[in-house]
């Protein structure tokens, strides 16, 4: 093990921020070039984290973003989703917490279906997925329909191709958070979904675990996944979707997005999501905190409570 991975495991913390650019993801994706600047939200302090970013525009053309709102730090902190609207600086002009399910949430996921926005976060301690309805006039999430019950689904994608709503994730609480790659599609948006025969279609730490909105692009679907070879959040792989069947699936390695070596949040990158020219992804910076990396190491193996 090299020392600078040495030094981040034993004595460092991620602390989590999120990025905008101005780029075309077409381009970016054809040329397999992601040499972009991002412009980082401050954050509150060393405990505070933000991350899981995905974007949409509100009637009024304003852009909105929703993320994942928690802390490395403290344990007892469990992550909830956030509402900000964002200016064409990149800056919060409004701000509002938007779910708290009293455990874990993160992942809040955007699909558009017949004028309506869904909502789609990770709530896999409660072991379920849900779509919630965006109001658009109180700016909150309401009528919750459950997807999926039993399961406990990592950062579920959801995308409709060839007539079919096809669901993307991994398994939580197995030990293949990260690596196993599981299936499920249904003739609605609200199911009943039916799991991929050949799940898990993948298993590999690096290019599973979702990472964002599938893209098409020249008819052909890329979907970027996480890569956690070394460390959770290390990079993004975009992979190529040769098949895509209900009894069939492939994917092949495209290219990587890395985080920018040259900015403060360089440690990692892992959710990526677009709307028009606008890009938005989270990185990760290494906190040098000893006392607190060795007081979470000691909270997860005896007390069982870190999220």
């Excluded at 902190?77 to 919060?92: M, Q, S």
Aim: one cysteine or more; a neutral charge.
């Amino acid at each position: 093990m090299k020392f600078k991975q040495l030094y981040n495991r034993l004595c460092c913390v991620m602390q989590w921020s999120i990025g905008f650019s101005r780029g075309n993801i077409e381009q970016i994706i054809r040329e397999k070039n992601n040499d972009l600047s991002f412009k980082w939200l401050p954050l509150n302090n060393n405990a505070h984290s933000i991350a899981d970013p995905f974007i949409f525009k509100d009637i009024e053309g304003n852009l909105n973003l929703l993320y994942e709102d928690f802390s490395m730090i403290k344990t007892d902190k469990y992550g909830k989703i956030r509402l900000a609207e964002i200016n064409k600086n990149f800056n919060i002009v409004n701000n509002k917490e938007i779910l708290d399910t009293k455990s874990h949430c993160s992942y809040p996921f955007v699909f558009f279906e017949d004028g309506i926005t869904y909502v789609i976060p990770e709530t896999s301690y409660q072991d379920k997925v849900s779509a919630f309805e965006f109001n658009y006039i109180s700016k909150s999430l309401v009528n919750e329909k459950v997807l999926i019950s039993d399961l406990p689904l990592l950062d579920s994608t959801v995308f409709k191709h060839n007539n079919k709503y096809w669901l993307f994730a991994t398994v939580g609480k197995n030990g293949n958070d990260h690596n196993q790659l599981n299936i499920y599609f249904a003739d609605s948006l609200f199911g009943t979904y039916k799991p991929h025969k050949c799940n898990p279609v993948k298993d590999n730490p690096d290019g599973a675990r979702p990472a964002g909105n599938i893209f098409s692009i020249d008819g052909v679907l890329y979907r970027p996944a996480q890569n956690c070879s070394h460390h959770y959040g290390e990079s993004i792989t975009i992979n190529k979707i040769n098949i895509l069947t209900e009894n069939e699936f492939s994917e092949e390695y495209h290219f990587k997005i890395v985080p920018d070596k040259n900015c403060e949040f360089n440690a990692g990158v892992h959710t990526i999501n677009v709307i028009d020219d606008i890009i938005v992804i989270d990185g990760i910076k290494m906190v040098f905190a000893p006392f607190t990396k060795w007081l979470l190491y000691l909270k997860k193996k005896f007390l069982n409570n870190y999220q």
